[in-house]
T-cell receptor
Framework: AQSVSQHNHHVILSEAASLELGCNYS??????LFWYVQYPGQHLQLLLK??????LVKGIKGFEAEFIKSKFSFNLRKPSVQWSDTAEYFC??????????FGTGTRLLVSP | EAGVAQSPRYKIIEKRQSVAFWCNPI?????LYWYQQILGQGPKLLIQ????????DSQLPKDRFSAERLKGVDSTLKIQPAKLEDSAVYLC????????????????FGPGTRLTVT
């Protein structure tokens, strides 16, 4: 069965620090990968997505993620975080007909 | 473009009571999803509709949960009777595209309904 692992449950960073959140998936077919973000008090929204082509994808607010097929990974990165990046981040992989499986999420706290 | 609407935003009930949640997807979106998100976990799919037909309800506890999508637009999710372990945020999402392309998996989420069962 498809699954997603996010190993970092809580991450605390100072502003301007670099960020990398891990995401590993298991899925045997054609992979579509997503990172969603949930800011405090807001709904889940799409941060970036990988469907095919260039394995380095760029999303909103300076985030990027790299799809490494050999490692079954889709890690999220940002070179310099801001206080406003404080949120919960979810990795997701396609599974079945238009269906997503989500990881358990990583709570990021950025201190000013 | 209006987003996915959900109501109520918060609900507190006692165990064994019943509760219903409502969702209005983005106009024109054929696929609608209901997720359960327990504190500290990622969203878990409960049921998926394509227009007004059920595509996947394999993780829906059918002894107490039911859902319908009348006329392929709005949807309601009901719990009867509720248990303590049903305390969670119930998320509705919709997707604009049918088929198997990557874009078909892109989902738009509503604000959720936070249910507390006491």
């Amino acid at each position: 069965a498809q699954s997603v692992s996010q190993h970092n449950h809580h991450v605390i960073l100072s502003e301007a620090a670099s960020l990398e959140l891990g995401c590993n998936y298991s899925y045997g077919g054609t992979v579509n990968l997503f990172w969603y973000v949930q800011y405090p008090g807001q709904h889940l929204q799409l941060l970036l997505k990988y469907f095919s082509g260039d394995p380095l994808v760029k999303g909103i607010k300076g985030f990027e993620a790299e799809f490494i097929k050999s490692k079954f990974s889709f890690n999220l990165r940002k070179p310099s975080v801001q206080w406003s990046d404080t949120a919960e981040y979810f990795c997701a992989v396609n599974a079945g007909f238009q269906k997503l499986v989500f990881g358990t999420g990583t709570r990021l706290l950025v201190s000013p | 473009e209006a987003g996915v609407a959900q109501s109520p935003r918060y609900k507190i009930i006692e165990k064994r009571q019943s509760v219903a949640f409502w969702c209005n997807p983005i106009s024109g979106h054929a696929t609608l999803y209901w997720y359960q998100q327990i504190l500290g976990q990622g969203p878990k799919l409960l049921i998926q509709f394509q227009n007004n037909g059920v595509v996947d309800d394999s993780q829906l506890p059918k002894d107490r949960f039911s859902a319908e999508r009348l006329k392929g637009v709005d949807s309601t999710l009901k719990i009867q009777p509720a248990k303590l372990e049903d305390s969670a945020v119930y998320l509705c999402a919709s997707s604009p595209i049918k088929g198997t392309s990557g874009a078909a998996y892109e989902q738009y989420f509503g604000p959720g309904t936070r249910l507390t069962v006491t």
